[in-house]
């Protein structure tokens, strides 16, 4: 059974940093692009970083280039976003996933709240 188990997330002021965990289960994590997405209330889930099988990262939000580091232990099967310098806008539910979302399942995610 495919299990997401987010961790790591709470209230941060801005300017302010937290590492989020997550341990997968129930599938071969060396065989896939693995990521963290971010969703934002009353809006969609939107792919925050991304990290390869060997790897490779990708943040394809502008906004999160410099504060936020994708990382991937495939021995302890363990994906993690480090995000420093958070602002108020990085607030939502944080969920670890694959890429492509191939199967088809989602964690309860952690919360991320930015505010003073």
């Known amino acids: 059974q495919v299990q997401f188990v987010e961790s790591g997330g709470g209230l941060v002021q801005p300017g302010g940093s937290l590492t989020l965990s997550c341990a997968p289960s129930g599938f071969t994590f060396t065989r896939y692009a693995l990521a963290w997405w971010r969703q934002v209330s009353g809006q969609k889930r939107e792919l925050v970083a991304s990290v390869g099988t060997f790897g490779d990262t990708n943040y394809p939000l502008p906004s999160v280039k410099g504060r936020f580091t994708i990382s991937r232990d495939n021995s302890k099967k363990t994906v993690s976003l480090r995000m420093t310098n958070l602002k108020p806008e990085d607030t939502g539910i944080y969920f670890c996933?694959?890429?492509?979302?191939?199967?088809?399942?989602w964690g309860q995610g952690t919360q991320v709240t930015v505010s003073s």
């Open positions: 996933n694959t890429v492509r979302l191939e199967l088809n399942h």
